[in-house]
């Protein structure tokens, strides 16, 4: 299982990198249209410049901003030239009929592919069967629906292994920490986490305590 962080901030992925546990960060045209107002693509070379200090070379999401299916491989193309230096970059594509043929243009152009939106066990399939290298499920999104987002994840992890197919489960769309631990055991193969969770992920009251405890008590003892 590994950690991804979904963000596009600069100062959220900088104190995320310093500690060690990102494995990936995905954005999306929302993530990006939170930061003040830049140049897109110089904000993306940003990040890659700060995976770079870091010394990280993990998968980072950039999804295209388009419905037109030329559109969309155009973009793609695009980032692939103007990123390509960083090899780790993913293009996210919406799931869709015509998306799917965007899927498969660009990875039989070496492309790597992170199918994103899916809210349903058929849509993460297809996109696996498209070629997606990572199939994102929506897990908040499914649940605003009035559906159990845990079969969902359970049932695409299974059927992904059992037929032996390379595509990652990415689990998004997080809004609960128990978001997170649930999707971990329906078989997540990557959760990615807005940075809001992660600082409440490492705290504990008991924890608060024992270390005070510690630390009054052996100062208590040094005098
Ligand atoms: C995943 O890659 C998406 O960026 C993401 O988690 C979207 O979730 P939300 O728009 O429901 O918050």
């Known amino acids: ?86 090899a780790n970059l993913n293009v996210k594509v919406p799931i869709g009929w015509d998306e799917m043929m965007v899927i498969h243009e660009l990875k039989q152009r070496g492309i790597k592919i992170n199918c994103t939106c899916c809210m349903s066990f058929n849509q993460a399939i297809m996109a696996a069967r498209a070629g997606a290298d990572f199939v994102s499920l929506f897990y908040g999104r499914i649940k605003d629906m009035g559906y159990d987002a845990y079969p969902v994840v359970k049932k695409t992890h299974d059927v992904l292994k059992e037929w032996n197919y390379p595509s990652e489960i990415i689990v998004g769309s997080i809004r609960h920490i128990g978001d997170i631990n649930e999707a971990i055991h329906a078989g997540a193969d990557i959760i990615t986490v807005p940075y809001k969770f992660f600082k409440p992920m490492v705290a504990h009251p008991k924890t608060d305590e024992a270390v005070n405890q510690f630390l009054t008590d052996f100062s208590a003892w040094l005098k």
């Open 1 to 86: 299982m590994k950690i991804f962080i979904d963000s596009a901030n600069l100062e959220e992925i900088e104190e995320s990198l310093k500690r060690g546990f990102p494995a990936g960060i995905t954005t999306n045209p929302s993530i990006l249209a939170k930061e003040k107002k830049c140049d897109f693509k110089e904000h993306i070379r940003k990040i890659i410049d700060l995976l770079q200090k870091y010394s990280y070379d993990i998968p980072l999401s950039v999804e295209v901003f388009s419905n037109d299916p030329k559109e969309m491989i155009k973009q793609g193309e695009e980032f692939v030239k103007q990123f390509g230096d960083y």
